[in-house]
Nanobody
Framework: QVQLVESGGGLVQAGGSHRLSCAAS????????VGWFRQGPGKEREFVAA????????NYADSVRGRFTISRDNVKNTAYLQMSSLRLEDTAVYYC?????????????????WGQGTLLTVSS
């Protein structure tokens, strides 16, 4: 069974860059599509980005496209979310999720695996 652990959250300045990591345990991580969701204060959870098992496809929310890049290293069993031009509204708990099918990221309640989340705070 694959387990996900996010890291890299913290306090960053608006306009800056930062990277989150999602480390997976288990031998089958490379079979899974991986993605990121976030939930800001007083907001509902929202999709951020997702990447297919072989990094051949990636999807982004409109709010982060061009600023965030999702990637993965199947040797290290880790996925990343590189964020740039950070805005105050990017402040949120960021969650890593995984599923065998990339299409399932349209239906977050059906995703197979979730991490515990990591808090990113963007300050002015």
């Amino acid at each position: 069974q694959v387990q996900l652990v996010e890291s890299g959250g913290g306090l960053v300045q608006a306009g800056g860059s930062h990277r989150l990591s999602c480390a997976a345990s288990g031998p089958t991580f490379s079979r899974y599509a991986v993605g990121w969701f976030r939930q800001g204060p007083g907001k509902e959870r929202e999709f951020v980005a997702a990447i297919s098992w072989n990094a051949g496809s990636a999807n982004y929310a409109d709010s982060v496209r061009g600023r965030f890049t999702i990637s993965r290293d199947n040797v290290k069993n880790t996925a990343y979310l590189q964020m740039s031009s950070l805005r105050l509204e990017d402040t949120a708990v960021y969650y890593c999720a995984a599923d065998l099918r990339l299409g399932e990221f349209l239906f977050p309640d059906r995703l197979e695996l979730w991490g515990q989340g990591t808090l990113l705070t963007v300050s002015s």
